[in-house]
């Protein structure tokens, strides 16, 4: 596919200084509440404005017009927007979770000018090594946003680990067994094995609440590679990692995959690119200082773009070692790297003249048997703007990364479009980025991870978004049809109206769609004991 190459929907307009709205703490542009509360608004201006036409350019008197637009307010507006549901007069036909929820494709085109090209940074990029006491938490009873009180699927012993609430489903018994293999030689501890896990995802991935847990499970259970790849800065607020120490100054410039555009599609592993053209612009990633996790690394590998007339950067190694690197060149991905001793160390880069210099993110790995884990999170995607990547591009920085399992896990914003795509439309667009995947890495094991529930203020719905369920069977379906595993984490959640509980319980946040640090953690532990008891399994089908 790539850039252009999908099915024509509209994409979602965003100014280049969008990133100075108003953000929640993940980034995202306004809550679930505020969404609704703005489409109603919305419609009461659309109301207002059709009013005010029609009375200044028909000859019929005004009474007969604010009539009409009342009628049109009172019957039609709550058609508008799938959050105004409870309000309709005439009920909507039953929806066919395997087909498309809403026959009438919206209507496509080029997108706006001002979305291609670059903002600046909302700020400096601060350490966020503190966040992670989130995960450990105590949580506290949030009051009568939800009258049941949240139940934790306590489990059974599985060898050393408990049983996870929902089983990883695979019916072809294949679609991790790249990674399962590879894990197994981590355990047996034999020199160079690294098992590489790439997980792609929406803002619940950038909080990296989920996602920092299951590296922490893991990197205890089968040893510390390394934490991974990182972007050089926070491309959206709310953007960052648990166990590694970065910092950055608030003067790079960034495109996304999700807007603004860069114009070639370029956006590297964790579709974000940055740019400056400045002298003395920096970033620095290091081990972590904090807690016992990501404390030593033996190689930093820094994701750059050469490019004709590209500007010197140094990388600077503890304050001390430096090495100087043009990005001058013909146009193409490089990964200068330095190799240090094993232990505690920070890399800084910075730009040595004015010339344009353009970076995506560093890696950060170790020399010995265990695991990494790469969380990609892009707040505001869909699935289908992994396909914003030039198509060549993607599958390099893909190779490059060298996955032994790839997780997508998308979802969230999907639900909140509620009706919006047709679902065979949907299914289309995902199998089409699930296959860039397959063609890149060919040899990895793949994964679709569902989305949590996503709590709704509506009660007829039980406090869920009908759309959750319809999302994930489509995902479901999708990952069955092309041999993927598939984790369900909205039904190990407890499926509809479950999200509302966990709210109660502490365990989400009031944006009605997000775990907190405490939600993120349980959440971990069950994408990690799903992992481990497909692993269980699968040492006892080799045990020969």
Request: hydrophobic fraction near 40%.
């Amino acid at each position: 596919m790539g850039a252009g190459k999908e099915p024509n929907y509209p994409e979602p307009e965003l100014a280049l200084d969008a990133l100075d709205a108003p953000h929640d703490v993940f980034g995202e542009l306004g809550t679930t509440l505020e969404a609704e509360h703005a489409a109603d608004a919305r419609h009461l201006a659309n109301r207002k404005a059709v009013t005010d036409a029609l009375s200044e350019s028909l000859p019929i008197s005004r009474k007969v017009v604010l009539v009409a637009a009342l009628a049109w307010g009172v019957v039609g507006v709550p058609y508008l927007h799938p959050s105004l549901a409870a309000y309709r007069l005439l009920a909507p036909p039953p929806v066919d979770v395997t087909a498309a929820v809403d026959t009438t494709p919206a209507a496509g085109g080029p997108l706006p000018e001002s979305a291609v090209g670059e903002a600046q940074l909302p700020g400096a990029t601060v350490d966020a090594q503190a966040r992670a006491k989130e995960l450990e938490a105590a949580t506290e009873n949030r009051g009568p946003i939800a009258q049941k009180k949240i139940a934790m699927p306590d489990g059974v012993e599985l060898g050393k680990e408990k049983k996870p609430p929902r089983s990883i489903e695979d019916p072809t018994g294949k679609a991790l067994t790249p990674f399962l293999e590879k894990l197994a030689r981590v355990d047996r501890k034999e020199p160079g094995a690294v098992v590489r896990i790439l997980y792609y995802g929406d803002s619940i991935v950038a909080s990296d609440f989920v996602t920092g847990q299951l590296r922490r499970k893991l990197q205890t259970r089968f040893g510390d590679a390394g934490h991974g790849y990182a972007l050089i800065a926070n491309a959206w607020p709310g953007w960052f990692h648990i166990d590694v120490a970065r910092s950055a100054s608030a003067e790079w410039k960034v495109s996304t995959c999700v807007g603004p555009y860069a114009e070639d599609g370029l956006y590297g592993l964790g579709c974000a690119s940055f740019q400056t053209r400045s002298k003395g612009v920096w970033t620095t990633i290091g081990t972590a200082s904090l807690d016992k996790w990501g404390r030593h690394a033996s190689r930093f590998e820094v994701e750059l773009l050469k490019q004709p007339g590209g500007g010197r950067i140094e990388l600077v190694v503890d304050d001390g070692e430096r090495r100087e690197v043009s990005t001058d060149g013909e146009t193409a991905l490089d990964w200068p790297s330095i190799t240090v001793p094993d232990g505690p160390h920070k890399l800084t880069v910075r730009t040595l003249d004015d010339k344009p210099v353009r970076l995506f993110g560093v890696r950060m790995e170790r020399d010995v048997p265990g695991v990494t884990l790469t969380a990609c999170g892009i707040t505001g995607a869909r699935a289908r703007f992994l396909d914003k990547q030039d198509d060549a591009h993607f599958g390099e920085v893909l190779r490059a990364a060298k996955p032994d399992l790839v997780v997508l896990a998308f979802g969230s914003n999907e639900i909140t479009d509620g009706q919006l795509y047709p679902m065979d439309q949907y299914r289309e667009t995902l199998a089409a980025v699930m296959a860039q995947v397959e063609k890149a890495v060919p040899n990895a094991a793949r994964m679709l991870s569902g989305p949590p529930d996503m709590a709704s203020n509506n009660p007829t719905h039980g406090n869920s978004r009908p759309m959750a369920n319809v999302l994930v069977e489509n995902q479901k379906k999708v990952a069955l049809e092309r041999g993927w595993a598939f984790w369900d984490q909205y039904r190990a959640m407890g499926g509809a109206g479950s999200m509302w509980s966990w709210i109660q319980a502490g365990l989400g946040s009031q944006d009605m769609f997000h775990p907190t640090g405490q939600g993120g953690n349980v959440l971990g532990n069950w994408a990690y004991l799903a992992l481990i008891e497909a692993y269980e399994k699968y040492l006892a089908e080799h045990a020969q």
